[in-house]
């Protein structure tokens, strides 16, 4: 499954990352895709350098230590230390931002680090290199626990917060208690 979305901005921990906005446009090859092919998401390298800059800017300003990498992830961290609750370990919270601040995609701990051992837990976003061709595809990792509904005939999408907050997941879903926002 592919479905492009639009997304305006990108905030990590309330603070909006700073780069190039234009690239976001689906004029061309632009726009946000959502893929089930993918397990990680994947930026275009000049959003991505600023992302990665303000994540750990925000990562380090929790106190959480920098270990190193386990491929395919660049940015790893030391578990020890780092809280969990029912919507993964407390780390900087992702939002993208789409049609207004109003409306966003959060990311919470459990969509964002990835468990690569007792001891590491790396971010499960990637550079997807200058020649990609998407700036931003959201992959399926991100995508675990969130209700996702495509109104294919009105090119609409609507998506839930993630089902963990609510104490349920995919798995267990009840679909006659649908909070789902549009995008």
């Known amino acids: 499954m592919e479905y492009l979305i ?3 901005s ?3 921990g309330g603070k ?3 780069f190039n906005t234009q690239s976001l446009s689906q004029e061309g090859y632009g726009g946000t895709l ?3 092919i993918l397990p990680y998401t994947t930026m275009q390298s000049s959003i991505y350098e600023n992302f990665k800059s303000a994540f750990l800017k925000a990562a380090l300003s929790m106190n959480m230590i920098r270990v190193p990498a386990v491929a395919p992830f660049e940015i ?3 578990s020890k ?3 969990e609750s029912q919507i993964g370990p407390n780390v900087p919270i ?3 931002v789409l049609q207004s601040e109003m409306v966003k995609w959060r990311i919470y701990g459990r969509n964002s680090m990835v468990r690569v051992s007792d ?3 790396c971010l499960g976003i990637l550079d997807g290199g200058v020649e990609q061709k998407n700036p931003i595809v959201i992959g399926g990792y991100q995508l675990e626990d969130v209700l996702v509904q495509f109104d294919l005939d009105n090119s609409m999408v609507g998506f839930s917060s993630s089902l963990l907050i609510k104490d349920t997941s995919c798995s267990n879903f009840r679909f006659d208690s649908m909070d789902v926002q549009s995008s």
């Open 76 to 78: 790893c961290f030391g």
């Open 34 to 36: 959502l893929s089930s």
């Open 6 to 8: 639009n997304v305006n």
């Open 81 to 83: 230390g780092i809280d």
């Open 16 to 18: 909006k990352v700073s």
């Open 94 to 96: 992702i939002d993208f």
């Open 119 to 121: 001891d590491v837990m």
């Open 10 to 12: 990108i905030k990590i």
